[in-house]
């Protein structure tokens, strides 16, 4: 019975967030230097008094359940655990044995992962790597000995299921831990699209979430802005419109809220965050209004105290951070979305409300300006020279913040934005010696490649089904050097370790578990490598682990794992995430007839049809079938076979294209093979020869951005056939849509798209 209430209560008090007891005295004003009075305030056991403690067996039941949630005015499916998202605070003491029962009560496979944890491989919690998935209505059992202690977090590591709500705060505390006020707070995203709808759109290139973000980036508006030449110079390099978050949330929650307050503080208190982000991809900035955050943690590890005014949090990393309530008044910890849309709060004691400085919206033309001068022709990146960018102490992106660069500067009030401090890698300094023991040393270099248009996120231009996965042997010191050669910024982290950043700090560069690494960064991590088993490392951008961002590492002369009792088969699904097809369809029904295409793709193959069907007899029909396969790390070479069908009942003549051949295009049967490829301005040119021995050229372009929400489309080819057109978006499946062909004519109506 002791025990049980022992577990009832470390639950009662981890569901609160609020470390509480009896006796405790806040301190008074500090005289001190800031970082000394934390370090004093936050003493680690070697300081407290002496605390004799047995280690026990500490058991949490998690009963995982579809539920409806509504977040937005509109219900949606949701998971949650134990009927509450986030699920509940997990909390142990090092030293604990943790029993986890996962109780799958859903009609569809789940896994828990946790999240910076070293313990048994087999319990890591990977569908198909380390575990078979845990059956629908079926329970499996975690058990793994606490061996560190810190801020920490797991959540579901199948499919999408984390986008849904499943993830929760897992906090290790030290055995003598120090006795002061303290919450978990897990920061998430949420969109009512299902996920899997988001994945599609991503994969197809559809700009929904552009377009209700307002950051289309269009013509009209690059005019307007005085960035015409911008644009022009953006898609003379191949590229989109830049994209900073790339799905529309509707709401960011703090602990499954927009907003949450905690009014149990007064003047002089001090409160410690445990801050995680457990966003599907969404980066947060973080700021306080009662003013600085000193940073005492980082993914679990201690890091001597140091003050900002702001910090980035990249998904599913974890910061442990002090604030100070100046007055008896209420301060907002905000945390904002890195593309500036919404943001979502904690407020930290009572009285008057003192909200945070608010960021301004970005200016995404001097970002795309910047990129232009940073992006090859050939789709790689061209840092400056003598630029070198690593631990994020270079943020090429402060050419789009207003507090940084003007033109916004009342959103920061008074201050001098020059004066901000924002945290980088480079200053977080461990506070014990973290150098690693002897060993051999592997070294590895991986360059960070991808595709925004396709979304195709790899390293050295492979996906996880496209490699093998990584020997090395317990006792060697790994090394990795990451490069990164995409627009995007990427949360790597790995399983089951923890990694030093060379940062520049020698014998004291702090551990980390996951390493935000930005467009054009060199960042070097290394670890030791002392476990057995699959250990996988990936960008933790859910939707970009989803298309292949990862490898897997994998010990030599490991046992068997008992929990993967076909091996073969759990590859062939585990290779099965980012070799997903992804369906595209759109269909015009205008007064002249009705075009569209459908196509079905994945990361390197693409099936598609596009037809043209007349409504009036004498325009015929017509379809183009391709399959092919994507070529290189930018993906503009396809090379394809395929079928050409035209038919129509009432002409049937030959007549000369503009190659000087004798041709029958209005009735016509053959086979085709070809090759597209994307010139600047994102023209797609295709030449192609028929089964005839008829040679056909022809360019087309679709969607270019006009205004926020109007497209304009065209193409034409050796054969004399021609097109244009415009479509004006209404919903995220539906357009009004008018368009003009050389074989039927004008036309105007509504256009689907799925």
């Keep these: 019975m002791k025990t049980i209430l022992i577990i009832v209560l470390v639950f009662g008090f981890s569901q609160l967030g609020i470390a509480q007891h009896e006796g405790h005295q806040m301190p008074a004003k500090p005289k001190q230097k800031p970082a000394q009075e934390v370090k004093k305030w936050i003493a680690s056991d070697k300081n407290s008094p002496s605390v004799k403690r047995q280690p026990k067996s500490v058991r949490y039941d998690l009963y995982v359940k579809d539920t409806i949630v509504n977040y937005s005015g509109k219900e949606k499916k949701a998971i949650a655990i134990n009927g509450s998202i986030p699920g509940p605070v997990l909390t142990f003491t090092e030293g604990d044995t943790a029993v986890v029962y996962v109780h799958n009560l859903m009609h569809m496979e789940t896994s828990i992962h946790w999240h910076g944890v070293f313990l048994p491989n087999r319990y890591d919690g990977v569908p198909y790597l380390t575990q078979m998935p845990i059956k629908p209505h079926s329970t499996f059992v975690y058990k793994f000995p606490v061996i560190q202690n810190g801020t920490y977090w797991y959540h579901s590591h199948t499919e999408l299921q984390e986008q849904s709500g499943m993830y929760g705060a897992l906090i290790f505390n030290k055995v003598n831990e120090p006795d002061v006020p303290t919450i978990p707070v897990v920061l998430s995203d949420w969109t009512d699209m299902n996920p899997m709808e988001v994945e599609r759109f991503l994969h197809n290139a559809n700009d929904w979430s552009a377009i209700k973000k307002g950051t289309t980036q269009s013509y009209v508006e690059a005019i307007q802005k005085g960035h015409f030449k911008t644009k022009l110079t953006n898609e003379w390099k191949r590229m989109s419109a830049m994209d900073v978050s790339d799905v529309y949330y509707e709401k960011f929650l703090s602990n499954g809220k927009p907003a949450i307050d905690y009014t149990q503080f007064k003047a002089g208190d001090k409160v410690r965050l445990r801050m995680i982000n457990g966003g599907a991809s969404t980066y947060f900035w973080l700021s306080y209004s009662g003013g600085k955050i000193t940073v005492v943690g980082n993914d679990g590890n201690d890091v001597e105290p140091v003050e900002v005014d702001r910090l980035i949090i990249s998904p599913s990393e974890t910061y442990d951070v002090i604030v100070t309530i100046p007055q008896n008044m209420q301060y907002e910890f905000l945390s904002t979305a890195e593309d500036r849309i919404n943001s979502t709060s904690i407020w930290l004691g009572s009285g008057m409300k003192m909200p945070a400085k608010p960021l301004g919206k970005l200016k995404y033309f001097e ?57 980088n890698y480079g200053m977080l300094r461990a506070t014990e010696k973290t150098t690693l023991r002897k060993g051999p040393e592997r070294l590895l270099k991986f360059e ?24 090395i042997k317990k006792g060697e010191n790994v090394k990795i050097i990451l490069y990164n050669n995409s627009m995007m910024r990427h949360p790597m982290h790995l399983h089951g370790h923890d990694f030093r950043v060379l940062n520049g700090q020698g014998e004291y560069a702090p551990l980390k578990n996951v390493l935000d690494i930005l467009p054009m960064e060199t960042d070097t991590l290394e670890f030791a490598a002392t476990e057995s088993g699959d250990w996988f490392f990936h960008c933790h951008i859910l939707y970009h682990m989803m298309s292949g961002m990862g490898r897997v590492f994998s010990y030599e002369n490991s046992p068997p794992n008992p929990e993967i009792p076909d091996p073969k088969y759990a590859q062939r699904m585990l290779n099965s995430d980012d070799r997903m097809f992804h369906l595209m369809g759109m269909a015009g029904l205008e007064s002249n007839g009705s075009d569209g295409q459908f196509m079905l793709a994945n990361t390197r193959y693409r099936l598609s049809t596009e037809w043209r069907l007349g409504f009036k007899a004498h325009h ?25 069908y035209h038919y129509n009942p009432v002409r049937d003549e030959r007549e000369r294209n503009l190659l000087g051949q004798l041709s029958n295009q209005k009735n016509r049967k053959a086979l085709t093979a070809g090759i597209q490829y994307t010139l600047p301005m994102l023209i797609v040119a295709e030449a192609r020869v028929d089964s005839k021995g008829k040679l056909r050229f022809q360019l087309k372009r679709e969607d270019v951005p006009i205004t926020n929400r109007l497209r304009f489309n065209f193409s034409a080819n050796t054969d004399k056939e021609y097109m244009t057109g415009f479509r004006y978006i209404v919903t995220k499946y539906f357009s009004l849509s008018t368009h003009y062909d050389s074989d039927m004519g004008y036309g105007g109506g509504i256009t689907l798209s799925y």
Excluded: C
């Excluded at 790899?458 to 496209?466: A, F, G, I, P």
């Excluded at 183009?624 to 070529?631: P, R």
């Excluded at 790390?633 to 090379?639: A, D, G, I």
């Design 367 to 423: 970002g795309m300006k910047m990129m232009n001068d940073m992006m090859k022709m050939d789709g790689s990146m061209a840092p400056m020279e003598g630029m070198e960018m690593s631990n994020q102490q270079m943020d090429m992106n402060n050419v789009m913040y207003p507090e940084i660069t003007g033109h916004d500067m009342k959103a920061m009030g008074s201050q001098d934005a020059t004066d901000l401090v924002t945290l």
């Design 620 to 644: 015929g029909m017509e379809s183009e079938t391709y399959f092919g396969k994507y070529l290189g790390k930018t993906q503009w070479l396809f090379p394809f076979i395929g079928f050409d």
């Design 448 to 471: 960070l490649t991808g595709n925004m248009d396709r979304y195709v996120w790899t390293l050295d231009n492979k996906t996880v089904s496209e490699s093998d996965r990584i020997l």
